[in-house]
């Protein structure tokens, strides 16, 4: 069993920036990839950002590059999603997630791979 929760949530102005994390306990977390999804109301779950067992590979979505960036400790089993000049369309849930299989050699974007998720975190952006 595999447990995620996720922290760092909250209101921030556009053009501001928060900074996410999610703690992970269950299974040997430094042998699997990580990413973030968000989900906004009244649309689907989207892929934000994700990355490799060991951190050297990452993969971000069109809407964020340049603006998040993620990490992981693998000593400390967390791993960050640093987001800078946020927009109004940033405003969703955020997860984090596991993915499902052991020392991927790509990191996925794709939501069914990843098999254990955290229960979010609200990030709201206000004009």
């Known amino acids: 069993q595999v447990q995620l929760v996720e922290s760092g949530g909250g209101l921030v102005q556009a053009g501001g920036s928060l900074r996410l994390s999610c703690a992970a306990s269950g299974r040997m977390f430094s042998s699997y990839a990580m990413g973030w999804f968000r989900q906004a109301p009244g649309k689907e779950r989207e892929f934000v950002a994700a990355?490799?067992?060991?951190?050297?590979?990452?993969a971000y979505a069109g809407s964020v590059k340049g603006r998040f960036t993620i990490s992981r400790d693998n000593v400390r089993n967390l791993v960050h999603l640093q987001m800078n000049s946020l927009k109004s369309e940033d405003a969703a849930v955020y997860y984090c997630?596991?993915?499902?299989?052991?020392?991927?050699?790509?990191?996925?974007?794709?939501?069914?791979?990843?098999?254990?998720w955290g229960q979010g975190t609200q990030v709201t952006v206000s004009s």
């Open positions: 990355i490799s067992w060991n951190g050297g590979s990452t």
């Open positions: 997630a596991s993915d499902g299989v052991r020392r991927r050699l790509v990191v996925t974007e794709t939501i069914d791979e990843y098999d254990y």
